[in-house]
């Protein structure tokens, strides 16, 4: 059974870190791409940023770049969002998806975890 668990979320003040972790089982995890994806109350879901585990290449949104980091831990087959000098903006339930390439921005498996809360305070 596919499974990708996030943790990590939480309520931080304007200017603060915290950092996402997505716990993956139940695939190989070296054959997809793993993706941070995020959703706001009344908004779209939308994708945050990828990791290629074919080359460990990533791409972020531009309203992250130079705040956000994506990494992966292969031997814990867990991927990592750091994420530093947090707004009020970021604030969102956050998921990660297993993707056939940083390409998609739906999982493989068709369906979404339970997400983690971000919640940012002005």
């Known amino acids: 059974e596919v499974q990708l668990v996030e943790s990590g979320g939480g309520l931080v003040q304007a200017g603060g870190s915290l950092r996402l972790s997505c716990t993956t089982s139940?695939?190989?995890?070296?054959?997809?791409?793993i993706g941070w994806f995020r959703q706001a109350p009344g908004k779209e879901r939308e994708g945050v940023s990828c990791?290629?585990?074919?080359?460990?290449?990533?791409v972020y949104i531009d309203s992250v770049k130079g705040r956000f980091t994506i990494s992966s831990d292969n031997a814990k087959n867990t991927v990592y969002l750091q994420m530093n000098g947090l707004k009020p903006e970021d604030t969102a339930v956050y998921y990660c998806?297993?993707?056939?390439?940083?390409?998609?921005?739906?999982?493989?498996?068709?369906?979404w975890g339970q997400g983690t809360q971000v919640t940012v305070s002005s």
């Open positions: 139940g695939f190989s995890f070296d054959d997809y791409a």
């Open positions: 998806a297993a993707l056939f390439t940083c390409y998609y921005t739906k999982p493989f498996y068709g369906s």
């Open positions: 990791i290629s585990r074919s080359d460990n290449s990533t």
